[in-house]
T-cell receptor
Framework: NAGVTQTPKFRILKIGQSMTLQCTQD?????MYWYRQDPGMGLKLIYY???????DKGEVPNGYNVSRSTTEDFPLRLELAAPSQTSVYFC??????????????FGPGTRLTVT | GNSVTQMEGPVTLSEEAFLTINCTYT??????LFWYVQYPGEGLQLLLK?????DKGSNKGFEATYRKETTSFHLEKGSVQVSDSAVYFC???????????FGGGTRVLVKP
């Protein structure tokens, strides 16, 4: 059981380049999330999804896009990279039902530098 | 809106010392409360949680009690080890989207 996996682990982008951060979970969780963690700071929610085909903005969505075509995958797209997007990106997943909310499980993170 | 405030670090302790990290929150609705731990170079792991008032979450010697009257969820451990050196995050979630709101994190360094 791999849990939440993210690729790549590290990436350096030039300003204006694009890339996709991959996230996959094998726990059949309906909810998935993308966070960014800036140095010395807490995590801020970028986007989240409550199920395949449904996504919504979080606290800091500008400059990012997401899609959720399957339960397992939740890629994060950066279209025109900017230095302000230098950060560590974490994907997470959880289950949620009328009977209760589960904890979020986090991937190991992707460290992105934009220069 | 929701917010979480936790004490700033770094907190430096000697092994076997007592650890307290304060956490207070504001929330719309009735939140669930969490402590997550992040070891160097890793993602976040759930340390403990509490889902209703007066619940006590506990794990690996850490404890925290959900205090609705003081809107607090302070983390405690009676005797820390070097392996407890990490960043600790207090967080809450409410029903809408099960989204987490995090505090800024507290770095703890335990010296032998």
């Amino acid at each position: 059981n791999a849990g939440v996996t993210q690729t790549p682990k590290f990436r350096i982008l030039k300003i204006g380049q694009s890339m996709t951060l991959q996230c996959t979970q094998d726990m059949n969780h309906n909810y998935m999330y993308w966070y960014r963690q800036d140095p010395g700071m807490g995590l801020k929610l970028i986007y989240y999804s409550v199920g395949a085909g449904i996504t919504d903005k979080g606290e800091v969505p500008n400059g990012y896009n997401v899609s959720r075509s399957t339960t397992e995958d939740f890629p994060l797209r950066l279209e025109l990279a900017a230095p302000s997007q230098t950060s560590v990106y974490f994907c997470a997943s959880s289950y949620s039902s009328p009977q209760g909310r589960g904890e979020q499980y986090f991937g190991p993170g992707t460290r992105l530098t934009v220069t | 809106g929701n917010s979480v405030t936790q004490m700033e670090g770094p907190v430096t302790l000697s092994e076997e010392a007592f650890l307290t990290i304060n956490c207070t929150y504001t929330a719309t609705g009735y939140p669930s409360l969490f402590w997550y731990v992040q070891y160097p170079g890793e993602g976040l792991q759930l340390l403990l949680k509490a889902t209703k008032a007066d619940d006590k979450g506990s794990n690996k010697g850490f404890e925290a009690t959900y205090r609705k009257e003081t809107t607090s969820f302070h983390l405690e451990k009676g005797s820390v080890q070097v392996s407890d050196s990490a960043v600790y995050f207090c967080a809450l979630s409410t029903a809408a989207g099960n989204k987490l709101t995090f505090g800024g994190g507290t770095r703890v360094l335990v010296k032998p």
